[in-house]
C-alpha cells in the first residue's frame, strides 16, 4: 500500500517538533454515507520538488492521480493541528483509502539561516523513524511562493486534487466547522 503519513516537522536552531497523534475520536461518517459538499473552485496545477529524509526528493507531479493533503507548518504552529492529524489518518485507514490519498507533512525551513543541514536532518530522523513517515523539507520557501502561497508563522493546511490543483486550503486551527469543509472538499476531490 502506498499511504504514506508524514506529519508536520520543522527544524529551528537546535529545536525540532513533530505533531503527534491524538486519541481524540472523529465525527467524521464513511466517504459514502456523506452528502457531498459544495464544489470548491480549482486553483491552478500546483507542483514542487522536495528533499525527502527517507532520501531523494519527491516530486508531488509523482502523486498525479491521488488526492494529496498537505500540512504546512513553521516551528511555533507545527502542534496547533495535531488532533486533527490524527483524526484524519484514522478516517483514510478506516474508510479503506490509502491508495488514493496520501498525506504529507512538509517541515517550512526557508528562515533556519545557518543551521547546517546535517544538523537539521539528524534531529528530524529519529522523528521519521518514531512515526514510520517520510518528512519533506522546503529549504527554499518553495511552497510559501505561488502558486502554492502557503503563510509562514502559520499551520497551512490544503487539499490537492487529482489531476494537481488546490481545491481548498486553510490557515490555523482546524475548527469543527473548518472540519466539515475539510472532509466534504477531500469527498469532491475523491469523486
Given at each position: 500500500?502506498?499511504f504514506?503519513?508524514?506529519?508536520?516537522?520543522?527544524?529551528?536552531?537546535s529545536?525540532v517538533?513533530v505533531?503527534?497523534?491524538?486519541?481524540?475520536?472523529?465525527?467524521?461518517?464513511?466517504?459514502?454515507?456523506q452528502?457531498?459538499?459544495?464544489?470548491a473552485?480549482?486553483?491552478?496545477?500546483?507542483?514542487?520538488?522536495?528533499?525527502?529524509?527517507r532520501?531523494g526528493?519527491?516530486?508531488?507531479?509523482?502523486?498525479?492521480?491521488?488526492?494529496?493533503?498537505l500540512?504546512?507548518?513553521?516551528?511555533?504552529?507545527?502542534?496547533?493541528?495535531?488532533?486533527?492529524?490524527?483524526?484524519?489518518?484514522?478516517?483514510i485507514?478506516?474508510?479503506?483509502l490509502?491508495?488514493?490519498?496520501?498525506?504529507?507533512?512538509?517541515?517550512?525551513?526557508?528562515d533556519?539561516?545557518?543551521?547546517?543541514?546535517?544538523?537539521?536532518?539528524?534531529?528530524?530522523a529519529p522523528?521519521?523513524?518514531?512515526?514510520?513517515?517520510?518528512?519533506?523539507?522546503?529549504?527554499?520557501g518553495v511552497?510559501?511562493?505561488?502558486?502554492?502561497?502557503?503563510?509562514?508563522?502559520?499551520a497551512?493546511t490544503?487539499?490537492v486534487?487529482?489531476?494537481?490543483?488546490?481545491?481548498?486550503r486553510?490557515?490555523?486551527?482546524?475548527?469543527?466547522?473548518r472540519?466539515?469543509?475539510?472532509?466534504?472538499?477531500?469527498?469532491?476531490?475523491?469523486?
Open positions: 500500500m502506498r504514506r503519513l508524514a506529519l508536520s516537522a520543522l527544524a529551528f536552531a529545536v517538533a505533531g503527534s497523534i491524538s486519541a481524540q475520536p472523529i465525527s467524521a461518517q464513511p466517504i459514502s454515507a452528502p457531498p459538499g459544495p464544489a473552485e480549482a486553483g491552478p496545477v500546483v507542483d514542487a520538488t522536495l528533499d525527502a529524509m532520501g526528493r519527491r516530486s508531488l507531479h509523482d502523486d498525479r492521480g491521488r488526492v494529496v493533503v500540512f504546512y507548518e513553521d516551528r511555533p504552529h507545527v502542534e496547533l493541528n495535531d488532533a486533527f492529524k490524527g483524526e484524519l489518518l484514522r478516517f485507514t478506516d474508510n479503506h490509502g491508495d488514493r490519498v496520501t498525506t504529507y507533512g512538509v517541515a517550512n525551513l526557508g533556519v539561516g545557518m543551521v547546517p543541514e546535517t544538523l537539521v536532518r539528524s534531529m528530524i522523528l521519521v523513524d518514531r512515526w514510520g513517515a517520510d518528512i519533506l523539507l522546503d529549504w527554499q511552497m510559501r511562493r505561488a502558486p502554492f502561497s502557503f503563510q509562514t508563522s502559520a497551512n490544503a487539499i486534487d487529482r489531476e494537481g490543483h488546490i481545491v481548498w486553510h490557515v490555523g486551527a482546524m475548527d469543527d466547522a472540519k466539515r469543509e475539510f472532509y466534504r472538499a477531500l469527498r469532491a476531490a475523491l469523486r
